[in-house]
T-cell receptor, first 112, second 115 residues
Framework: DQQVKQNSPSLSVQEGRISILNCDYT??????FLWYKKYPAEGPTFLIS?????DKNEDGRFTVFLNKSAKHLSLHIVPSQPGDSAVYFC???????????FGGGTRLMVKP | DTGVSQNPRHKITKRGQNVTFRCDPI?????LYWYRQTLGQGPEFLTY????????KSRLLSDRFSAERPKGSFSTLEIQRTEQGDSAMYLC?????????????FGNGTRLTVT
């Protein structure tokens, strides 16, 4: 039973445009959500997070939106750059716990 | 480099052999995690330490898997009697404090291939 799902395995975007990566979850106990970026042969790198008490968090070009009623979160990257090309994972935890549940990832390709 | 360090980067072993991986967390981090990632999937939680105490273990962690963190510093993950299904990337991560306010910092992983 996948509690965190990223339904788009890949996304291609033109440089300078907006990239929108989506994530759905089923566990209503999740209260903290994170996005990680992964380059080949490297471990995941933390990007941005959001607590369930918020619906938006912004950090530079990256914004995460949380819709609790829909159990949906999204990551917006504006403007997209070729260096953003990587696999993006969303992750969630429950009760401020220590176990992160990850989605399957979305491969983003930003074309120059 | 003060990030999370994992050794070896790659390990090829024959089925039935034992393997051991090492993780050195960021020095001031008291929490250490092991995850496993297979091709096309996200990382899956295996186990977690706070200092030297192993506080949580996933059902994925069979009896052939054992992890230790002596003295609350580095950690080792041992797999006994390896099976082909154990082939995966094994990721170690560390954090300072609870997951809600301290994101996990991952190492570059150990890729295990069981032939």
């Amino acid at each position: 039973d996948q509690q965190v799902k990223q339904n788009s395995p890949s996304l291609s975007v033109q440089e300078g445009r907006i990239s929108i990566l989506n994530c759905d979850y089923t566990n209503s106990m999740f209260d903290y959500f994170l996005w990680y970026k992964k380059y080949p042969a490297e471990g995941p790198t933390f990007l941005i997070s959001i607590s369930s008490i918020k619906d938006k968090n912004e950090d530079g070009r990256f914004t995460v939106f949380l819709n609790k009623s829909a159990k949906h979160l999204s990551l917006h990257i504006v403007p997209s750059q070729p260096g953003d090309s990587a696999v993006y994972f969303c992750a969630a935890s429950a009760n401020a716990g220590n176990m992160l549940t990850f989605g399957g990832g979305t491969r983003l390709m930003v074309k120059p | 480099d003060t990030g999370v360090s994992q050794n070896p980067r790659h390990k090829i072993t024959k089925r039935g052999q034992n393997v051991t991986f090492r993780c050195d967390p960021i020095s001031e981090h008291n929490r250490l995690y092991w995850y496993r990632q297979t091709l096309g999937q996200g990382p899956e939680f295996l186990t977690y330490f706070q200092n030297e105490a192993q506080l949580e273990k996933s059902r994925l962690l069979s009896d052939r898997f054992s992890a230790e963190r002596p003295k609350g510093s580095f950690s080792t993950l041992e797999i006994q009697r390896t099976e082909q299904g154990d082939s995966a990337m094994y990721l170690c991560a560390s954090s300072l404090g609870r997951a809600s306010n301290s994101p996990l910092h991952f190492g570059n992983g150990t890729r295990l291939t069981v032939t």
